[in-house]
């Protein structure tokens, strides 16, 4: 059975204020934990690139706990990756990545 859910994608170095359209991902299942949700959009991101799955999955959990980028459910910041998704009608997905700054 899949499942969709809706993700707006944003860039924190970016000043634009325009609303930027969800995008649908049809995942295989329904995600229950931020853990779950990251590995089954990596996973869909893979698929299209057709590179090594278990690596990118790796690499998306650590950006995740190392702070490279924020996930928000609707208005509330998801934090861990063990934390239950607050699952409502209509929930929109927001990925933050943070820009670090370099030469301080």
């Not at 059975?1 to 994608?9: A, E, K, L, N, P």
């Not at 959990?61 to 239950?84: H, N």
Request: hydrophobic share 40%; aromatic share 10%.
């Amino acid at each position: 059975m899949s499942f969709t859910i809706y993700v707006r994608m944003k860039n924190s170095g970016k000043q634009k204020n325009e609303d930027l359209s969800p995008v649908p991902f049809v995942l295989d299942d329904k995600p229950q934990t931020v853990k779950d949700l990251l590995i089954l959009l990596t996973k869909h991101g893979v698929k299209q690139y057709n590179t090594r799955e278990e690596q990118a999955i790796k690499n998306t959990l650590q950006c995740f706990e190392d702070g490279i980028y924020r996930l928000f459910a609707g208005d509330r910041e998801l934090t861990s990756l063990s934390e239950v998704i607050p699952w409502t009608e209509g929930l929109i997905f927001t990925f933050i990545r943070l820009t670090m700054l370099s030469g301080w």
